[in-house]
């Protein structure tokens, strides 16, 4: 964030250096009766009589809980309990819908790290709903860092949001959590808005909310498609920043949080005014009854309020020092591995329990399903140091009864570094280097075979060694941060000139296929349609949790632009009058297959046991001529044609209730190499003819016949599934 440009008017590390020694806001007269209250749950409790406020602050000399009414008139309440830095009190008549927030007096003293400021109006980081949005000065949109701010000692609270008393009263009715093991996962990757904001079956009101992601239209997309749980790019209550407001853009992704506890007001149909509660809850419900379990993509690593010179917004002014890392030496500054400007402080107890705090109420109170961590890595690293398994955040979530029994999924890198295959036990990863070998496959890059193996079956490179499981590899060929899969095979390089700077990665592994962007060429735009699919087959064909980029099966794309955080309009949005049919179609084959055969999601990693020498086996890796790869074909750098032999009766462990698993056996063709490849099939008989279950060279990828003679031909660019009954 720069000085202001992108703050509230705040700049307070700038206006420290000039000596500047903030004064509180004239506090109203009480007209609000107020009990002592209890220290704890933290934040705004309501019961039948009132409502119990409370919140943290080691450094703070004074706090005053601020109401508003309707008017925005404020009333402040100063609350004069204090027990082991929670300040606390309890009004009664104050119910659900108060606005509120606080204001802290204690020391800004910037270079030793503590930045109260009873000039600006926090929001309570426990808030359960937040009313309003950040208002930017235009006043100060034009300082340069450095500059101490003219408006420092303004009162913010017109410019900010209030947290909002929430009921927590809900009929969940007979809801139930759908329970799908991570075997059984596929996980979808969408953004609430996004989804629905273009859906034509979806009414205008509810389009790019909550309601609309439950709505019939929605849920039918989903559960036709076959894919088990919903990932939701984040909902928390986030801020748009400055800088991309004062450029007419918004922040679209959302990884910009300000509060843990509370659903993002702008998605609700309902309003912000604390109906966007029982609405996702309403979702959660209508995805649960759909078999559809919900996820998360949270972001405990930092928060909206940036760096030094970033706005005061909540956790600064209640105690900087406390929820931020700092720089030791120079605690103006932030000790960030995020790239955000700060990251939060999970050597303190204040932050590990508000992200506890907050993980326990989206399962407890809103039912979801899981979580997807963005930059984990961050949250392993005690005092600066590289992330460690050992870390008391990862102790705390495996013994948290209600946390360890969820989907936890991990980014495992930060800005400085990559952790893949070094989570606990209870995680599972988001798998980069499947997500590079995959693509590095299919456009003819890969330096041999020995990788592309290693990825198709579990990644035991990554976590056998410390007893996980393939379900530990969360694989992926694309996500919302890069290229869709229609641009990855589109565009060879990005083109992001509608974002304000040249952001976005150069290493995207992409290939246009002769011609960059859009075409009329039938034969670009052929092998552009066959590389995505055999994308897309090779993902969900693949041992581990395969996670579809929402859209890619539609064709979705976003012009080339590979880092759309700010794209809130149709760069990001689904269009579905635009919708590939044939694409769709090819997908919902490839998950009902994967559903089909459970050699494709094994629990365990295979053992290596030949299939074509012993009764029991498991698994063959085969040239195309039928023999087995030995060490120098996995090193051959121009290699690009396997098979790969799965047999049906050596899955080789027992299913989730102890019964025996079977299946067909199963024969993978991959041909990635520029010309046509001769396979021969290993032997069958007339009882038992191979037969082809996907073949990527037709557009719905639809099944043939038997096979007929020992050999199969496959043309450049592309994938077959064969399969035959055991006898």
Known sequence: MGADVNGDGDGDGDVAEHGDRREPVAPSSSVTRSWPGAARPLGATPDSDGTNFAVFSEVADQV???????????????????????????LPGVGPGQRYGYRVSGPFEPARGQRCNPAKLLVDPYAKAISGEVRWHAAVSGSRPGEPDVRSDEDSAPFVPRGLVVDPAFDWGDDTAPGTPYADTVVYEVHVKGFTQRHPEVPEGLRGTYAGLAHPAALEHLTSLGVTAVELLPVHQFVHDGFLT???????????????????GEYAAGGDTGAQVAEFKQMVAALHRAGLEVLLDVVYNHTAEGNHEGPTLSLRGFDNAAYYRLVQGDERYYFDTTGTGNALNVTHSAPLQLIMDSLRYWVLDMHVDGFRFDLASTLAREDGQDPTPAAVFFDLVQQDPVVSQVKLIAEPWDTRGHQVGAFPDLWSEWNDHYRNTVRDLWRGQTPGLGDVARRLSGSSDLYEATRRRPTASVNFVTAHDGFTLRDLVSYSRKHNEANPANDGSDDNRSDNHGEEGPTDDPGVLAVRARQVRNLLATLLLSQGVPMLLGGDEIGRTQGGNNNAYCQDNEVSWFDWEGADADLLAFTRRLLALRRAHPALRRRRFFQGRPVLDSDDADLAWLRPDGTPMTGADWTTPWARALAVLLAGDGISEPGPRGERVRDDDLLLLVNASGGPVDFALPPGN??????????????????GGPVGGSTLRLGDRRLVLLSRPLT
């Open 686 to 703: 007339a009882a038992s003819p191979w037969s082809v279950q996907l073949d990527t060279g037709s557009l719905q990828g639809g099944a």
């Open 64 to 90: 005053h809980l601020c109401l508003f009414d309707d008017a925005g008139t404020e009333e402040q309440v100063p609350l004069t309990e204090v027990d082991a830095d929670i300040w606390h009190a309890y």
């Open 246 to 264: 004062g450029a007419g853009l918004r922040q679209y992704w959302g990884y910009n949080s300000l509060g843990f506890l509370a659903p993002h």
